[in-house]
């Protein structure tokens, strides 16, 4: 993610994703949403990044595994960051917060000065 034009491409490349693991319009709305957030952070935020997607499975559960990696600044205060309207740039301040609360798990691993790593899974049915 490197450019504007690479955030389209993101949001397409998960709600095909979204498609192959079976999530209803609900459910690929809610993922796109989230992963468009975490791609606009780590390219605005975190100077370009990289997206993975897998689909997972957990019993007869699936779901899809969203990785957003970027080696920017990383997030000094991470407990400030999920505070809805906290922002360090020119957005409204929901990106995290808002992708965190539509996905089922949510992971970051940030150090300053190294980058972020952020992975979040949606289940497929909801556990």
Request: charged residues 25%; without cysteine; glycine residues 16%.
């Amino acid at each position: 993610m490197r450019a504007e034009e690479d955030l389209l491409a993101v949001r397409h490349a998960v709600r095909e994703a979204t498609l192959r693991a079976g999530f209803g319009l609900v459910d690929q709305t809610r993922i796109v949403t989230a992963a468009s957030e975490l791609a606009r952070n780590a390219y605005v935020h975190g100077g370009g990044g990289s997206l993975s997607l897998e689909i997972i499975g957990q019993g007869e559960n699936r779901g899809l595994r969203l990785t957003v990696s970027d080696q920017g600044p990383g997030i000094a205060d991470l407990d400030q960051a999920f505070i809805d309207g906290y922002t360090t740039g020119a957005g409204l301040g929901h990106g995290l917060g808002g992708a965190r609360r539509l996905m089922d798990e949510f992971t970051v691993r940030t150090t300053p000065g190294r980058g972020t790593t952020i992975t979040a899974v949606r289940w497929n049915g909801r556990r």
